[in-house]
C-alpha cells in the first residue's frame, strides 16, 4: 500500500506578544492554531490544543515577554503538549529569547542560563528552534539541532536609510559589539549616499553588579556625524542612555539609538526621554505597553521576515539566503 502524505503547517500561540502572532499568521495566510490556555488558582499553567495536530509541522510561538518565567514554561507545556499530541516536527518560534545574557559565567559560582533554557528547550520536546538576534550567535551551539537565526538588522536599516544622511557613524556601545556594528555599517554603507563608519564606546561595569555601566571614552570619529548607537536590546537603557551623552560630549552632530529587542524596564523610559537621542528605533519582538511609549520611539515590525523564515522552514528552504547569508 502506498500513502502519500501532505504537510501541514500549524502557528500556535502563546500569551507572550500574541498580536505579533497574529500578525505573522497574516503574512502567512494561515490561521493560528487552536490552542487552550489558562492559569490555575496556584499559578499552574493549563494547555490543549484544540485541533488535531498529529503529523503536523507545529511552530510553537512565544516570545518570552514579561512575566518571562510564566512565558518561558507556557511555550516549555505547549511542546510538550504538541509532542504527546503526535505532532510530525514542533519548531519553537522564540522572537526574544529569555535568559539569554547569562551565556557564560562571568564570575564564579553563577549560572549559565542561555544553556538552561536551550535545555529545557530540547527536552520539552522541540526539534528546531526560530529566534532573532540573540545576545551572541554562539548560543546557537547550545542546541543539538538546527538554530535559525534571524537579525532585525535588514528591517532596521530600511527605516534608517530614510531618516539619516550623509556621513554615518555606526557606534558599538561596548567593544563586544563590533560584531553587530559591522553588520549595520555594511548595510548602511553606500545606501541613499550615506557613508558609514564604526565606532565603539569604552564601557565599565563594576564587578558584581546588574544594569549598571558607565561610558567611558569614544574610539573613532563621531565629530560632525550622525551617530546610530546599536545594541541587540535595551533593558534599563543606563548603557546607550549614558554612550548617547558622551557622543554628544564629544561633537556628534546628532543621535540614533537601534536595537532589536525594546525591553524598557524602570526605569528606561525617564532615561531615554532625557537622553540627547533624535530616535530610539526598535522592532516589536516584545510588546511594548502603552505606558512605556514616548515620543522619540520607533517600532518597526518584525512579522514580514519571522512569516519568510517560517515559510521557509516549512518548505525546507534556505533561511540565510534571506540574509545573504549575513545572520550567524
Do not use: W
Not at 503536523?56 to 505547549?78: G, K, T, W, Y
Not at 538546527?146 to 558599538?172: K, M, N, Q
Amino acid at each position: 500500500m502506498e500513502l502519500v502524505s501532505k504537510k501541514t503547517l500549524i502557528l500556535a500561540a502563546g500569551r507572550g506578544n500574541h498580536e505579533l502572532a497574529e500578525e505573522v499568521a497574516r503574512h502567512l495566510r494561515v490561521p493560528l492554531g487552536e490552542v487552550v490556555l489558562s492559569t490555575f488558582a496556584n499559578g499552574e499553567i493549563y494547555c490543549r490544543f484544540g485541533e488535531s495536530v498529529r503529523g503536523a509541522d507545529v511552530f510553537v510561538f512565544q516570545s518570552h515577554c514579561p512575566p518571562i518565567n510564566d512565558r518561558l514554561m507556557e511555550q516549555m507545556i505547549m511542546i510538550d503538549a504538541a509532542k504527546r499530541a503526535s505532532a510530525k516536527r514542533i519548531t519553537a518560534v522564540s522572537p526574544f529569547y529569555g535568559y539569554a545574557r547569562q551565556d557564560r559565567k562571568a564570575e564564579g559560582r553563577e549560572p549559565i542560563t542561555a544553556r538552561l533554557v536551550a535545555d529545557m528547550i530540547t527536552v520539552a520536546g522541540a526539534d528546531r528552534v526560530v529566534t532573532v538576534d540573540l545576545h551572541t550567535g554562539q548560543i546557537q551551539g547550545f542546541f543539538d539541532f538546527p538554530v535559525d537565526h534571524l537579525t532585525a538588522v535588514p528591517v532596521i536599516c530600511d527605516y534608517l536609510t530614510s531618516v539619516v544622511d550623509g556621513e554615518v557613524t555606526v557606534v558599538s556601545p561596548d567593544a563586544g559589539g563590533g560584531k553587530l556594528a559591522r553588520r549595520y555599517a555594511n548595510r548602511l554603507e553606500g545606501r541613499g549616499g550615506l557613508v558609514a563608519d564604526l565606532a565603539f564606546i569604552d564601557k565599565r561595569r563594576p564587578k558584581g553588579t546588574h544594569n549598571v555601566a558607565e561610558a567611558t571614552e569614544v574610539v573613532g570619529a563621531v565629530e560632525g556625524r550622525t551617530c546610530v548607537l546599536v545594541d541587540d536590546m535595551i533593558d534599563t537603557a543606563g548603557t546607550v542612555a549614558g554612550a548617547a551623552s558622551l557622543l554628544m560630549d564629544r561633537g556628534a552632530a546628532e543621535v540614533y539609538i537601534a536595537a532589536t529587542h525594546g525591553l524598557f524596564s524602570e526605569p528606561a523610559v525617564e532615561r531615554l526621554e532625557n537622553a540627547p537621542v533624535r530616535e530610539v528605533v526598535v522592532t516589536n519582538t516584545l510588546a511594548v505597553p502603552d505606558d512605556r511609549r514616548f515620543d522619540s520611539l520607533r517600532i518597526l515590525s518584525i512579522a514580514p521576515l519571522l512569516a519568510e523564515a517560517i515559510s521557509a522552514v516549512f518548505a525546507e528552504g534556505s533561511v540565510s539566503e534571506l540574509f545573504d547569508g549575513d545572520n550567524v
